[in-house]
Each structure stands twice: as structure tokens, then as C-alpha cells.
């Protein structure tokens, strides 16, 4: 890997030992620090320069929210679920990891959407999260 960079001023790449290498079948993690410069989403992207033969240069999208840590947001891990290729009347289980990531409490309530073949299954249709706090479900 010849060059990471990162096109956005709130997020800074911390590993600066470029350029690096990496052996074959191996991955290696490249730091990125979000420091909040306003309230409300912020976006950059990454840029990564290699010598791979099908892609040179790739891109990563970035995006932290900043809070004034008085004002509710929610953490979604990821928010879409790709469930594999399931044979029809067996079943297959996946996870929403929700949370908080503000200073104040989070008040959670949940409802599925969609074809019958899904179920949802937590605590109950609504749950609180502390500040900083995470769950499962």
C-alpha cells in the first residue's frame, strides 16, 4: 500500500507508517480519528493508493455525527441485513446492534416491517439506553 488519505477535515488517518505492506492472505488496520466539528452528520471519504493490478485506488465512505451530548442519537451498526441464501422452511438469524451515542438517555421502540417470513425477538417494543450504552438485538 503506497498512500492512505483522507479528503475531509474532521477525520484525521492516525497510522502514519506509508508506505506499508501486505503479505498475502493478511490484513492490517489503518487508524482514522473523527473529531466533531459541528452538530449533525458529517461525511469524507478515504482514499487508499496500492499496487493491485485490478484496482489502484480504491475508496472508503466515512461519516460520523457530532453532538452538543445533550441531544438523543442513535448508533446503528450497520443499517441494512443481508441474510444468505436460506433453503425454503429452515431459518437463519442475524443481529441490529443499536446505540446510544450521546450523553443523555435514548428511548428505543421498535416495529418490523415486512413479509411474514420475518420475527423479531428483544426485551420488548421498547427499551432505554444510557449514555454510551449499546445492546443487541
Given at each position: 500500500?503506497?498512500e492512505?488519505?483522507?479528503?475531509?477535515?474532521?477525520?484525521?488517518?492516525?497510522?502514519?507508517?506509508?508506505?506499508?505492506?501486505?503479505?498475502?492472505?493478511?490484513?492490517?488496520?489503518?487508524?482514522?480519528?473523527?473529531?466533531?466539528?459541528?452538530?449533525g452528520l458529517?461525511?469524507?471519504?478515504?482514499?487508499?493508493?496500492?499496487?493491485?493490478?485490478?484496482?489502484?485506488?480504491?475508496?472508503?465512505?466515512?461519516?460520523?455525527?457530532?453532538?452538543?451530548?445533550q441531544?438523543?442519537?442513535?448508533?446503528?451498526?450497520?443499517?441494512?441485513?443481508g441474510?444468505?441464501?436460506?433453503?425454503?422452511?429452515d431459518?437463519?438469524?442475524?443481529?441490529?446492534?443499536?446505540?446510544?451515542?450521546?450523553?443523555?438517555?435514548?428511548?428505543?421502540?421498535?416495529?418490523?416491517?415486512?413479509?411474514?417470513a420475518?420475527?423479531a425477538?428483544?426485551?420488548?417494543?421498547?427499551f432505554?439506553?444510557?449514555?454510551?450504552d449499546?445492546v443487541?438485538?
Amino acid at each position: 500500500m503506497t498512500e492512505v488519505g483522507s479528503d475531509s477535515e474532521p477525520f484525521e488517518i492516525q497510522t502514519k507508517s506509508f508506505p506499508f505492506s501486505v503479505p498475502a492472505g493478511v490484513g492490517r488496520e489503518v487508524l482514522i480519528r473523527y473529531t466533531a466539528s459541528l452538530i449533525g452528520l458529517e461525511t469524507g471519504s478515504v482514499s487508499i493508493r496500492s499496487n493491485s493490478a485490478d484496482q489502484p485506488e480504491a475508496f472508503v465512505t466515512i461519516q460520523a455525527a457530532g453532538s452538543d451530548g445533550q441531544t438523543p442519537r442513535i448508533r446503528l451498526e450497520r443499517e441494512m441485513i443481508g441474510f444468505p441464501v436460506v433453503a425454503v422452511g429452515d431459518t437463519s438469524t442475524s443481529k441490529i446492534a443499536i446505540g446510544n451515542a450521546s450523553l443523555v438517555v435514548l428511548d428505543v421502540e421498535w416495529e418490523l416491517n415486512g413479509q411474514d417470513a420475518f420475527s423479531a425477538t428483544a426485551s420488548g417494543p421498547m427499551f432505554t439506553l444510557g449514555g454510551g450504552d449499546r445492546v443487541s438485538s
